[in-house]
């Protein structure tokens, strides 16, 4: 089955600054890969997605790049603010399965 | 619109008792998951339905969890016996998606369990 791995697990980041987090997967039939950002005592929210016949999508201040030959994909945050704080969640699908696979989340803190 | 509404928030239980956990998925919506999180062990898929039909329950720790979804808008999950390492958030969410038709996963603001 898939496997998704995820860095860092802890990020902290001064406000106005950028924040990478990485993952890998390990099943090359997986084609669907969203992000989610879960806020204390919420469930997890998702923020952008990705498809593999994509290699990146913005939405604002919010990328997702996707490298398919070394299965791995990044989310980029720009110009962080304090609410951008909170903890994020890859997650990797593979087509015709509802099996979704998550990371183990990074815990970001933007500190003003 | 309503979202994913789960019940209770919050359940404290003593080992051994037996705990229901209820959702209710976006009306409309085809697919229902149900996940557990831990600390350990982060988000895991216990068990998924579409259009009211388990599909994959392979997730599902053993014979004590057991999962129903007997119309299209409600869900339950179930442990009987209840442990101490059941303890976790559980979260249910619903997609609008068929099986094989991935996309977002609208989740619930989960119940938090603890097993005394």
């Known amino acids: 089955g898939e496997n998704v791995e995820q860095h860092p697990s802890t990020l902290s980041v001064q406000e106005g600054d950028s924040a990478v987090i990485k993952c890998t997967y390990s099943d090359s039939a997986s084609n669907y890969f969203p992000w989610y950002k879960q806020e204390l005592g919420k469930g997890p929210q998702l923020i952008i997605d990705?498809?593999?016949?994509?290699g990146e999508k913005k939405d604002q201040r919010i990328a997702v790049t996707l490298n398919k030959t070394a299965k791995h994909f990044s989310l980029h945050i720009t110009e962080t603010q304090p609410e951008d704080s909170a903890v994020y969640f890859c997650?990797?699908?593979?087509?015709?399965?509802?099996?979704?696979?998550f990371g183990a989340g990074t815990r970001l803190t933007v500190k003003p | 619109d309503a979202g994913v509404i789960q019940s209770p928030r919050h359940e404290v239980t003593e080992m051994g008792q037996e705990v229901t956990l209820r959702c209710k998925p976006i009306?409309?919506?085809?697919?229902l998951f149900w996940y557990r999180q831990t600390m350990m062990r982060g988000l895991e898929l216990l068990i998924y339905?579409?259009?009211?039909?388990?599909?994959?329950d392979s997730g599902m720790p053993e014979d004590r969890f057991s999962a129903k979804m007997p119309n299209a808008s409600f869900s339950t999950l179930k442990i009987q016996p209840s442990e101490p390492r059941d303890s976790a958030v559980y979260f249910c969410?619903?997609?609008?998606?068929?099986?094989?038709?991935?996309?977002?996963?609208?989740f619930g603001e989960g119940s938090r369990l603890t097993v005394l």
């Open positions: 339905f579409n259009n009211n039909v388990p599909i994959d």
């Open positions: 969410a619903s997609s609008p998606g068929a099986s094989g038709h991935t996309g977002e996963l609208f």
């Open positions: 009306s409309g919506h085809n697919s």
């Open positions: 990705i498809r593999s016949n994509v």
């Open positions: 997650a990797a699908n593979p087509y015709n399965n509802n099996d979704m696979r």
